[in-house]
C-alpha cells in the first residue's frame, strides 16, 4: 500500500467522476510536527522544562517544514461530480455558488467574523491564504479503511479501535462529515495505513488532494508504530498522533498554541477548545481563498 500511494499519487481520486490524476490538484503534506522531536518534546515535558527547551531549541522551525505546493490557477479541471454533488445536497448552511466559492472578500469577511478563538488565521498563512475542506458528508459517510498493520514490529491490534475513536472524535466536534469504516480499500475515500517508522524524524503524515475549488476529495494518512530512532510508540501516542493526522485530513493546518491537538509538537491527548472552534468555523465557510 505504501508503494502503491507512491507510484500512484492519485490512488484515491474520486473514481465515480472519472478524473484523472493530472485533472485534480495533489497536495502533499508532509508532517513532522508529531516526529521524533515532537514526541520526544512531550515526552520531556513531563520531566524537565529545561529539557522541553532545549528539545524545542533543537527542533526545526515549523515554517522549514515542507508546504504544500499551491494549486495551479491554470488549466482547470473538470469539476468532481461527487464532491459537488454532496455540497449542495446535504442542506449545507453554507451559500456556495455553483463552484462551491462565495468569492474572497465575502470569505475574508467571514473568516474575521469568526475568527476568535480559533486559529483560522494561522492556517490561512500556512496555505497560502486558501482554506480547503471536506464537502459535507452527513447523509453519504466518507468511507475509511484502516490497514492491519500486525505484520509490522510493535503493533497492537488495539491501533485500528484507536484511529476509528479518533475519526469519531473530530465527527462529534462539530464537523458536518460523518464516517464509515470500510473492508475494502478500493472503496474507501480514506486510507489509513501503518509503518514500523518513517526515514524521517516523523511519525504520521497525511496526504490529501483538493479539486480546483478548494473541496478536498481524497486522502490518506500513515501512521508509525515507532519513532524514527526506534523507540516503540505506545497506544497513547497513538491515539493523540491519529487525532492530530485526522485534524490535517480534515482541512486543518498547525497552530503556536501548544495546548491544541494541532500545534506542531503534540503534547495533549485530546482536542482543544479552539480546536473544535477552528474544525468549525472552517466547516462553516465554503472553500476557496482569501486572496483577490
Ligand atoms: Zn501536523
Redesign the pocket.
Known amino acids: 500500500m505504501k508503494n502503491r500511494v507512491r507510484e500512484r499519487p492519485d490512488f484515491d481520486a474520486p473514481k465515480k467522476s472519472g478524473l484523472s490524476f493530472r485533472e485534480i490538484f495533489a497536495i502533499v503534506?508532509v508532517?513532522?510536527?508529531?516526529g521524533f522531536i515532537g514526541w520526544q518534546f512531550y515526552e520531556q515535558n513531563r520531566e524537565s522544562q529545561e529539557e522541553r527547551a532545549a528539545a524545542a531549541a533543537a527542533s526545526r522551525p515549523i515554517q522549514d517544514l515542507p508546504r504544500p505546493a499551491p494549486a495551479p490557477t491554470t488549466a482547470p479541471a473538470p469539476l468532481p461530480n461527487e464532491a459537488n454533488t454532496i455540497a449542495t445536497a446535504g442542506g449545507n448552511a453554507v451559500a456556495t455558488t455553483a463552484e462551491g466559492s462565495v468569492g474572497s472578500n465575502e470569505l475574508r469577511r467571514r473568516v474575521a467574523l469568526g475568527a476568535r478563538g480559533t486559529y483560522i488565521n494561522e492556517i490561512l498563512l500556512t496555505r497560502d491564504s486558501g482554506l480547503a475542506r471536506w464537502p459535507e458528508r452527513v447523509l453519504n459517510p466518507l468511507r475509511v479503511w484502516v490497514a492491519n498493520g500486525s505484520s509490522l514490529s510493535g503493533w497492537d491490534p488495539k491501533y485500528p479501535d484507536r484511529v476509528r475513536a479518533a475519526f469519531e472524535t473530530w465527527s462529534l466536534a462539530g464537523v458536518p462529515v460523518k464516517f464509515t469504516f470500510v473492508r475494502d480499500s478500493a472503496d474507501a475515500d480514506v486510507v489509513v495505513q501503518w509503518v514500523e517508522k518513517f526515514d524521517s524524524p516523523i511519525t504520521?503524515r497525511?496526504l490529501w488532494s483538493r479539486d480546483r475549488n478548494w473541496w478536498i476529495v481524497s486522502g490518506s494518512i500513515t501512521l508509525a508504530l515507532h519513532h524514527t530512532t526506534g523507540e516503540e510508540l505506545d497506544e497513547r501516542a497513538i491515539n493523540a498522533i491519529a487525532l492530530?493526522?485526522v485534524?490535517?485530513l480534515l482541512g486543518?493546518?498547525?497552530t503556536a498554541d501548544t495546548t491544541n491537538i494541532?500545534?506542531?509538537r503534540?503534547r495533549v491527548h485530546e482536542l482543544s477548545g479552539s480546536d473544535r472552534a477552528t474544525i468549525r468555523l472552517l466547516y462553516a465557510l465554503p472553500p476557496g481563498s482569501i486572496k483577490n
Open positions: 503534506l508532517l513532522p510536527l508529531f504520521g497525511t492530530h493526522e485534524g490535517h486543518l493546518d498547525h494541532m500545534t506542531s503534540v
